[in-house]
């Protein structure tokens, strides 16, 4: 498992939260999303053999926010 942090912009409450959650948390080989409003970070574990770090920019992108690093 690899565990990756990515910073997201335009998130504002907790519909974002669980928007992005969903989205990332149905990629193949995600085991677990943690998103922190305060901090702006999506947190993802995951089995790279599976998915990718673009795989996850994607799916949150694909939600309406900018993943900025």
């Not at 565990?3 to 969903?22: E, F, P, Q, R, W």
């Amino acid at each position: 498992m690899e565990k990756n942090t990515l910073y997201v912009d335009g998130m504002s409450c907790n519909h974002c939260v669980n928007a992005i959650k969903k989205a990332v948390s149905a990629l193949p080989g995600v085991s677990e999303v943690s998103v922190s409003l305060a901090e702006k970070t999506v947190t993802v574990e995951r089995d790279p053999s599976k998915s990718t770090v673009a795989d996850i920019t994607g799916a949150i992108e694909g939600q309406g926010y900018e993943v900025v690093a």
